[in-house]
């Protein structure tokens, strides 16, 4: 598993395997959010990039 800043290995040699996937849980979730909403930004300037094209 990869987390930025190697928290889980951090938390895996203090706390063992089990408790390292259940802390690093949230920061993964909130990592696959933040890309969810990186991506939906990004469609967004496409759109408004192409509907300024089509209109000139």
Do not use: T, W
Request: include cysteine.
């Amino acid at each position: 598993m990869f987390v930025r800043g190697g928290v889980y290995r951090v938390i895996k040699e203090a706390m063992g395997g089990a408790l390292a996937k259940f802390s690093v849980s949230p920061l993964m979730f909130d990592y696959i959010l933040q890309s969810a909403a990186i991506f939906e930004r990004l469609c967004e300037h496409l759109n408004e990039i192409k509907s300024r094209r089509q209109n000139s």
